[in-house]
């Protein structure tokens, strides 16, 4: 049974960081591409970043380039996001998402995880 599960979230200063980690299970991570995506209140669920399967490709919202980073621990199964200087504008609920296509967009991504909030406020 393939699962993907969201930890790291919380609220953070202005200028703060957080690290956010995927655990996942019942699939091989190599096989699949993994991406983060966001959702802030009212608003639809937005690309974030993306590690590409079986290479390394690497793919950032330019709202989060260079602030964000994405990495894979493949023996630990993880998909981690390190979000540096985090801004109000990042407050979201984050969710990580596998699937077969390397997309921008949410729809091609087969599995979901139940998604962790970030809080960016002082």
């Not at 602030?67 to 996001?81: A, E, N, Q, W, Y």
């Not at 990042?90 to 296509?101: L, M, N, Q, V």
Request: net charge neutral.
């Amino acid at each position: 049974q393939v699962q993907l599960v969201e930890s790291g979230g919380g609220l953070v200063q202005p200028g703060g960081s957080l690290r956010l980690a995927c655990t996942t299970s019942g699939f091989t991570l190599d096989d699949y591409n993994i991406a983060w995506f966001r959702q802030a209140p009212g608003g639809g669920r937005d690309f974030v970043a993306l590690s590409a399967s079986n290479a390394p490709n690497r793919c950032y919202a330019d709202s989060v380039k260079g602030r964000f980073t994405i990495s894979r621990d493949i023996d630990g199964k993880l998909v981690h996001l390190q979000m540096n200087n985090l801004k109000a504008e990042d407050t979201a609920i984050y969710y990580c998402a596998a699937g077969t296509t390397a997309a921008l967009m949410p729809g091609p991504y087969k599995y979901w995880g139940q998604g962790t909030q970030v809080t960016v406020s002082s």
